[in-house]
């Protein structure tokens, strides 16, 4: 039986060596194997979350910007430094040979990067298509989504991401059908969301068709998908599962969720460069969905509901490193450290009279990413300030997100290579502001 060191030897080999020579540096996977090596480690993935040897490792592979402290890490991925230089150099060799590449290479090595991801999502090849972002893969479900009629509904949630909600509401003004928005506790327990979610689909048994957020953009709640999506099939509801912000962020595979259908970024949590994104449909599933209009018929592959067109080649050849890099450091190592931050600074806020800390209130809906706001400070313009005053006073950056049904709120989200001391200052700066109020 192998080793985890030697499974993840085995998946770069797998994940690069696949490429064409056309592309292919002689050694590239050099970097990650000797990372893999650098970060072995056989203890348990909560001990490696608090193990700050192992983490000043992984930060040697990243550049920080500036000396703000930059809890505003949701919005993309930062590239580890092996990830960057191979983009670069793809860039520089696309620049170089053009159409002589595409032509020749391009459809074979398309379809080896399709099968990393495919490996690495626990799917099948023919289940996933890449796309240029989680959105347009959204997009593509629901303008091509078969049979919606005028007596069905379509739900959304107001912890889905704004544009995603916007595109819901259209779907059904488009179809004549019910639109109908779900307001989510501010807070609760994985069984406070299950409870919602069910008491929706009894009040609206028309419902068709639904939008189901993994991890939200608003505050970092993850839900329970895989029972919220199992009560959806029962009642006949197809459900997207936006993983645009959980993969990488969440460790997890298709198996877990139990969706049929999913969109995903590969340019946050896994690192690539922007401009990826992939589509997951599950076998068997695709007649429900139309290809995209002008692509071949048959529901044998996911690939033909989408129509990237001329994209940054570099960008998607540069994705298994990127998966490469995100399992040498380990998915469920990344997604314990990232919790742990996250509680460092949650069990002070959690302590102060004055802050309400907004999303999961157990572990099981954590992520890395959190949320919070001053009690009964909920306007836009008043998050905003608080917003400033971090930035301003205290040197922390952060973002206001607004379309919670119950106010406006502050996000944090670090990343791999925050130190416990940015954390710690972060908090402080929390302990400061309640006292002042």
Not at 41 to 55: I, K, L
Not at 160 to 167: G, K, T, V
Request: a negative charge; one cysteine or more.
């Amino acid at each position: 039986m192998q080793s985890r060191r030697q499974l993840l030897k085995t998946f770069t080999t797998l994940s690069l060596g696949g490429l064409s020579h056309s592309v292919f540096a002689s050694g590239e996977d050099s970097t990650i194997n000797e990372l893999v090596d650098l970060l072995h480690t056989n203890a348990s993935p909560q001990a490696v979350a608090r193990d700050e040897s192992y983490w000043n490792k992984v930060s040697r592979y990243y550049l920080k910007g500036t000396d703000t402290i930059n809890l505003e890490q949701g919005y993309w991925g930062k590239m580890a430094l092996p990830v960057e230089d191979e983009y670069i150099r793809l860039t520089r060799k696309i620049n170089q040979e053009m159409a002589w590449y595409a032509r020749k290479h391009w459809s074979d090595d398309f379809k080896q990067v399709k099968q990393t991801v495919a490996r690495a999502l626990g799917a099948e090849v023919n289940e996933i298509a890449l796309t240029r972002n989680a959105t347009e893969s959204f997009v593509n479900l629901i303008t091509q989504y078969k049979g919606l009629q005028k007596q069905d509904a379509v739900l959304w949630a107001d912890v889905d991401y704004p544009s995603f909600q916007h595109m819901m509401q259209w779907l059904a003004n488009e179809h004549k059908a019910e639109g109908i928005a779900l307001s989510l506790p501010s807070s609760g327990s994985k069984q406070d969301f299950i409870d919602a979610y069910t008491a929706a689909f009894q009040q609206h048994p028309n419902l068709k068709l639904m939008l189901l957020t993994h991890t939200s953009n608003q505050h970092g709640l993850t839900l329970p998908v895989k029972e919220i999506a199992a009560l959806a099939k029962s009642k006949g509801i197809d459900v997207i599962c936006d993983c645009a912000q959980s993969w990488g962020l969440v460790n997890f595979k298709m198996d877990d969720l139990g969706v049929d259908w999913a969109v995903f970024n590969l340019h946050k949590w896994i690192g690539s460069p922007v401009g990826v994104g992939a589509l997951y449909m599950k076998a068997g599933t695709l007649e429900r969905v139309s290809p995209f209009p002008g692509e071949a018929g048959g529901n044998e592959s996911a690939q033909n509901r989408v129509h990237i067109a001329t994209s940054d080649f570099a960008a998607f050849l540069a994705v298994p490193h990127a998966i490469a890099f995100h399992f040498a450091i380990g998915g469920e190592n990344k997604a314990e450290r990232l919790r742990y931050l996250r509680s460092r600074w949650v069990d002070v806020a959690n302590t102060l009279p004055n802050i309400e800390v907004l999303g999961a209130a157990d572990v099981d809906g954590s992520s890395g990413m959190g949320g919070f706001r001053i009690k009964g400070q909920v306007t836009q313009p008043q998050v905003s300030a608080l917003q400033q005053r971090l930035e301003n006073e205290f040197g922390v950056f952060t973002v206001v997100r607004q379309d919670l049904a119950s106010g406006c709120n502050i996000r944090v989200t670090p990343q791999v290579f925050t130190t416990l001391a940015e954390i710690d200052t972060f908090a402080n700066a929390l302990i400061n502001i309640d006292k002042a109020l």
